[in-house]
């Protein structure tokens, strides 16, 4: 159980276009969702926590209008990155809690975008 | 502030054993997780501590000490695919995961 699945796996896009990211839990409801973003050779960086039905909360240094997300349901969250740009390449990972342990968090296997 | 301390890299041989430790300073405990992170791979769940004591499942353990504000993972006989970044995290007060900036281990034949 505790499955978390993330939409599309890689993208690659030009500059000034927007991507979409889904982030589903597949067999639990997440009251929780969270996005990260992690640069080659660092560690995970927490860009904003998100729960089902309210605004999410970004992290200092983050973009709000530039990093959108979207917390519909209680199995899906989606993270669009508006008018990306080359230093927006990076691996971003969604995960969520309210699986079988509340404390626990349940990682999507990540989204790598490269923007040209 | 909050921080969580771990070393950068370490090395070890195929068939030991490797002790990787974390320590940390935080606002408040709510347990600490230790994730495994292949390269270009999201991190997968190893274990959660929230009392003191060892836990242990297969080859992997962990032990935490809430009063010194430590933990180790301790890895037994170590294979090729344990080569991987191991990070520690912890809970905070508001339920926030705190992470640290993660161990790479390489292991040797």
């Known amino acids: 159980g505790a499955v978390v699945s993330q939409h599309p796996s890689w993208v690659i896009c030009k500059s000034g276009t927007s991507v979409k990211i889904e982030c589903r839990s597949l067999?639990?409801?997440?009251?929780?969702m969270f996005w990260y973003r992690q640069f080659p050779k660092q560690s995970l960086m927490l860009m904003a926590t998100?729960?089902?039905?309210?605004?999410?909360?970004?992290e200092q240094g983050v973009e709000k209008d530039k990093f959108l997300i979207n917390h519909a349901s209680l199995t899906l969250s989606t993270l669009t990155v508006t008018s990306a740009h080359p230093e927006d390449s990076s691996f971003y990972i969604c995960?969520?809690?309210?699986?079988?342990?509340?404390?626990?968090?349940?990682f999507g296997p990540g989204t790598r975008l490269t923007v040209l | 502030g909050q921080n969580i301390d771990q070393p950068t890299e370490m090395t070890a041989t195929e068939g030991a054993i490797v002790q990787i430790n974390c320590t940390y300073q935080t606002s408040g405990f709510n347990g600490l997780f230790w994730y495994q992170q292949h390269a270009g791979e999201a991190p997968t769940f190893l274990s959660y501590n929230v009392l003191d004591g060892l836990e242990e499942k297969g080859r992997f353990s962990s032990f935490l000490s809430r009063s010194k504000g430590y933990s180790y993972l301790l890895l037994k006989e170590l294979q090729m695919k344990d080569s991987a970044s191991y990070l520690c995290?912890?809970?905070?007060?508001?339920?926030?995961?705190?992470w640290g900036a993660g161990t790479k281990l390489i292991i040797k034949p």
């Open positions: 998100s729960n089902e039905g309210s605004k999410a909360t970004y």
């Open positions: 995960s969520a809690r309210g699986g079988l342990a509340a404390e626990s968090q349940y």
């Open positions: 995290a912890v809970l905070d007060s508001n339920y926030q995961l705190i």
């Open positions: 067999d639990f409801q997440a009251t929780t």
